[in-house]
């Protein structure tokens, strides 16, 4: 069955290109067939997958499919290959399994939307883009998919275009992720320059036996990748498009956050921790990036009112986690809690469209209320996902996998006490922002009536995705020994360090700490949240944090009106008087000749025997 494999993305793209050429002739019933149905083969493929992988390890524990050379010049000669190890075959069970029930759930969801193929048609090129990107065996293909899921990620974020708010958004998360882009795309340079090959195994065999721990190649190839992994994943500098692109459906957001785009720079760092381990400044700069943005984007979650926004921010800090496990050198650790991530934040995205959709639209969480016995299932559910995302201890698959990168960040050869101290801070910072938006979801009076209740196909992703928000967790040591074949299997543990338990026991405190703040300010005395923003030092940290701490600000300042500026300056450059006279010689000629279009016969059969008699002339002359 592993022979299959080339099919897993094959599905999706063939459906997206029949949704695309035949939608409009499409019945609705059908397109969400062709929609979701593809996606479901492809889940069905890639457990088959599975379990050929795991019955009869292949050779090395990874396979190789060649499907065709795809360029042949001068000596580069990259293939349309697919590459399956452990970690491929990881992410590829979650994104398809996770992205097939976003399409269930999104059958109903969209289902009054006018764009409905349309919507499937970028939904699946999406994932297939997704696929392409986890299965490529050289950079150059995993580059592909990876601008793949850059272009699907434009078109469904403004996928209400008639609304220009929706645009802004879907072109400001477009430019950014390209200028992380650009700096992959150099280091695929590089690397391809000084190594010879863009085959990810042949390209990490030959760095490691090249290029010695530190050498500058390694160094500055792992800060280019880096600088790719931090646009597509959204971390500091270029997380300010993320929150943004909530004005796309909310499927959208589910797929976007837990299963394609953000996660495809997690991947990048795992598929390449060879190269990273050789250039220990890069891998340090990985951790305190991670550190840093799941701080900041805690912070302002605290601050927002737009129940996706909050989502969107957390999205944020839980990729800081990862980003911070991998800088550690915990790699199975940080693709421990995408995988749980996954579960928990698909489950809170689908909730938040059950309550926004009930609601007539209604984002903010301070319009809501007392929706536990109006939607019984979605508040079971999503009080599920937002305990394993705050990390309930011993009992929810986020505590294990956060908590494990937590213990790790400080513990690890490469682990920090400051690290550690961060992942605690981000911990409290979950725990207030989640149970903030809970009770002031669910509990309280009521606010808004509810319209409309969810129907079968958005009711079963949930309680799927919640008993998987549980659950996962225990996979932890099964995980770990699948893992083992394509990550390093251990952290090297500092010796007189914490140990894990009492790691464990301090984040559960802080757990405790950070519910009983959360229903002290939004549940028992709501004025005191009030309170807190009235002196001026908490309005304008609100304010600031509010806003992003100011990111957007300083780069309209330091980038944007700059250019504008230069551009209004340069309007009227020679270059510009050049085409512009090109313009105006045009409409004089178009004026003149538009002129002789009199309809007269007599004048056309003139001007008809005037041009022969000059022919004729030049050519007797000549």
Known sequence: MIGL????????????????????????RRAAIIGVGSIGVSLVITILVAIGFLHTP???????????????VGGFRPQIGLYLDSLSLLMLLVVTFVGFLIHVYSAEFMIDDDGYSRFFAYMNLFVASMLTLLLGNNLLLLYLGWEGVGLCSY?????????????????????????????????????????GTLGIQDLMQRASAQWPSGSSYAVVAAFLLLGGAVGKSAQLPLQVWLPDAMAGPTPVSALLHAATMVTAGVYLIARTHVLFSLAPAAQLAVAVVGACTLLLAGFSALTQHDIKRILAYSTISQIGYMFLAL?????????????????????????????????????SIFRMGGLRKE?????????????????????????????????????????????WLAGIIGALLTALYTFRMIFRVFFGPLGIPVTKRPGFRMTMPLVVLGFLSIVGGYLKQPLFGFLGSALPSTVEIQTGGLTEIWSEVIAGLIFLVGLYFAYLFHLQKRNLADVLVANPIGRMLHQWWFADWGFDWMYDKVFVQPFIWATQINKGDFVDAFYTGIAWLTQVFYRGLSDTETGRVRWYAASVAAGSVVFIAVVLLK
């Open 5 to 28: 494999l080339w099919l897993i993305p094959a599905l999706p793209f063939a459906s997206a290109l029949i949704l695309a050429l035949l939608g409009s002739r499409l019945s609705k």
């Open 58 to 72: 292949p050779a090395g524990n990874a396979y190789t499919q060649f499907l065709w050379t795809w360029i042949d």
């Open 155 to 195: 078109l469904l974020i403004g996928f209400w275009y008639r609304d220009p708010a929706n645009g802004r958004a879907a072109q400001k998360a477009f430019i950014l992720t390209r200028i992380g882009d650009t700096a992959m795309m150099l280091g695929l340079f590089l690397l391809f320059t000084r190594l």
């Open 327 to 363: 800088g550690v050198g915990a790699w199975q650790a940080a693709l421990f809690h995408f995988m749980t991530h996954a579960f928990f934040k698909a489950l809170l995205f689908l909730g938040a469209g059950v309550i926004i959709n009930a609601l007539n639209e209604e984002h």
């Open 375 to 419: 939607l019984p299932v979605a508040f079971w559910t999503f009080l599920i996902a937002g305990c394993s995302l705050a990390g309930l201890p011993f009992i929810t698959a986020g505590f294990f996998s956060k908590d494990l990168i937590i213990w790790d960040a400080g513990s690890a050869q490469n682990g920090h006490p400051a690290l």
